[in-house]
């Protein structure tokens, strides 16, 4: 199902320069968009729009996805921190390419979306991605150092935990700025203990990271 749908985005992605990186494609050709959003939007699973996933929280738009994914130079047997699991399709695209010698946690704030993450990851056949209930501003010690750290919810600033858990040579993107308007898309790469190359992408637009080192709940 949604086959032809699915090349023909890939297809735009790349006419349109999203998609340049063979790895990338080829991950984007292969994971089902469809089987990571509710029933009610499937229809919309190969138009390059962002989809609500239920809990206020919205998949990006596959463009969006692409810049991201493109811009952190995966590779495989990385060891890769997501944070923001939400439907688990971005997580899905990063097993692609790092495999099954390469480990990837991905952290998610809202329980019912973990598990909505987990189920579908699971069956596509990424069940050894490991989807974990938290808040990712805090990054996950455990399995620190990372290689790359990808964030998909905006915070106001890069947070500290996240840099600190960053390996020398690793590379962390997120987006930062204020909610909804006057985002970028930020790529950090640690070059030292103490020294931090950043990049700016352009101009993005994420749902808000809420946690410690993100923004406060509001209510
Ligand atoms: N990567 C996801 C997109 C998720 S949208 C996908 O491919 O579908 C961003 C997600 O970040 C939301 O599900 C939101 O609940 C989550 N989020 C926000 N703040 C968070 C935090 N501090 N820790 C973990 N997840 C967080």
């Not at 990571?36 to 463009?63: C, E, K, M, W």
């Not at 890069?158 to 997120?174: N, T, Y």
Request: net charge neutral; proline share 6%.
């Amino acid at each position: 199902m949604f086959e032809r749908e699915r090349e023909e985005l890939v297809e735009r992605l790349s006419r349109w320069g999203y998609l340049t990186k063979p790895e990338i494609v080829k991950a984007f050709k292969k994971v089902p968009r469809h089987e990571f959003v509710p029933p009610n939007v499937r229809d919309y699973s190969y138009a390059d729009q962002p989809l609500p996933i239920g809990h206020g929280q919205t998949i990006s738009a596959p463009s969006m996805i692409a810049i991201m994914m493109e811009s952190l130079d995966l590779a495989p047997m990385q060891r890769v921190l997501e944070i923001g699991a939400g439907s688990g399709y971005n997580a899905a695209l990063i097993a692609e390419v790092v495999g099954k010698e390469g480990e990837i946690v991905t952290i998610e704030r809202i329980a019912e979306l973990a598990e909505f993450a987990e189920e579908n990851l699971k069956r596509t056949g990424y069940g050894w991605v490991k989807v974990t209930v938290g808040d990712g501003t805090c990054g996950y010690k455990k399995g620190a150092p990372w290689d790359r750290i990808l964030v998909t919810a905006c915070a106001p600033e890069l947070p500290k935990p996240l840099v600190e858990q960053l390996k020398v040579g690793g590379k962390l993107g997120a987006p930062v700025g204020q909610h909804y308007m006057f985002q970028t898309w930020v790529v950090a790469e640690k070059r030292g203990e103490k020294e931090l190359k950043i990049q700016e992408r352009g101009g993005c637009s994420f749902v808000p990271l809420i946690g410690k080192c993100g923004w406060k709940e509001e209510g």
